[in-house]
């Protein structure tokens, strides 16, 4: 087999999915043309989609050192550097696959998905919106518009661009996906729910389990902030009442307000979606599943709390309820942590981070040393 038939195999078995043999493929072309560039980068790209980031970004950098003009092969590596959460040099990348490739409407969309990374959202949306007029009937073009849309904040824009999409491909997954996380970020909880079960259904190996239990992380979300802000309040006119008699009282109604809407908007998100989110849960990975657990258990304790005080007016009830906003908090960066190590991308990006400051730590150890013996 010429090192042109791997390649087109290789490519082929990678666009069905079958990336274990797309990997084979590739790697027996190389076997023969160590240094194809083309086939290097079409490698990475297998790797990446495989979730092997780290491997995949080592094979792009030797994709772009054996072929330094390809800018297919500086657009696979900005791609692993952004699973990598390296936004900076991702940008780069992509940036120079524009600029060897300015009418390939690809290179313009990854340039745009790097600069969304970097949360520089005009940019992306200009690089989105050029990819987009290269290639208007391109239904990659037109989700990373939306993408980027979305990320900028844009939601009519974004779901306007999914639709186009869906018009022209509409059995696309990832156009599906997004119209029901759009519909999620609008409170539509019943379409969404249903949009990301059927999404589920059709793609049974690899359901998006974080994605279906957003009405239980949303509402803890909005418990979190609410709580803050309104045991605040409560507890500023707790202290005001010592020189104001009517404090106390209105300190109560606040607290009564407060649990009731805190307890509604947790009704007005839960009891819609149903039993999926809480199915999903237990599915979830364990320092995720543990810090939400905790998070419902400790949010429903302060609403309880609230209800007290606005009861029985007793004050440490409010206090109480207020010192729980900051364990929310706390619940919630766990709950990221455990996120972020169960991709494999923030995962790779945590233990380099780790790295560094051990290389960090041992090279201001010795400087240290050095200087005091000196």
Known sequence: MTVDDAYWRAQRLAQVGRYEEAERAARDGLAAAPEDGRLLALLASVLRLRRDYAAALAVAGQAVAAAPHLADAHAERAESLIVLLRPADAVAAAGEAARLAPLDAETHLVLARAHAAAHEHDRS??????????????????????????????????????????????????????????????????????????????????????????????????????????????????????????????????????????????????????????????????????????????????????VAHAATGWGLAAVLALASAPVLWAYSMIEALGAGWDDPGARQALLSLGNEFRDWWVTTKRDLRDAWKS
């Open 125 to 306: 949306r200009a690089a989105a919106a050029h990819g987009l007029a290269l290639d208007p009937r391109s239904v990659e073009g037109l989700l990373t518009v939306a993408d980027v849309e979305r990320q900028a904040g844009n939601r009519d824009a974004a779901l306007a661009a999914t639709h186009a999409a869906l018009a022209i491909d509409p059995e696309n997954t990832y156009g599906r996906w997004l119209i029901a996380v759009l519909d999620a970020e609008r409170l539509r909880v019943r379409r969404s729910m249903r949009g990301l079960r059927d999404v589920a259904r059709d793609n049974p190996a690899s359901p998006d389990l974080v994605a279906m239990t957003w009405p239980i992380r949303g509402v803890l979300s909005g418990l979190r902030r609410g709580l803050a802000v309104g045991a605040a309040i409560v507890c500023v006119l707790l202290i005001a009442g010592h020189w104001w008699s009517h404090a106390g009282g209105f300190a109560r109604i606040v607290s009564g307000v407060l649990a009731a809407v805190l307890a509604g908007f947790a009704a007005r998100v839960l009891l819609p979606a149903g039993r999926l989110p809480w199915r999903c849960l237990s599915l979830l990975p364990a320092l995720m599943r543990r810090a939400n657990v905790a998070g419902l258990v400790t949010a429903a304790v302060a609403v309880a709390l609230l």
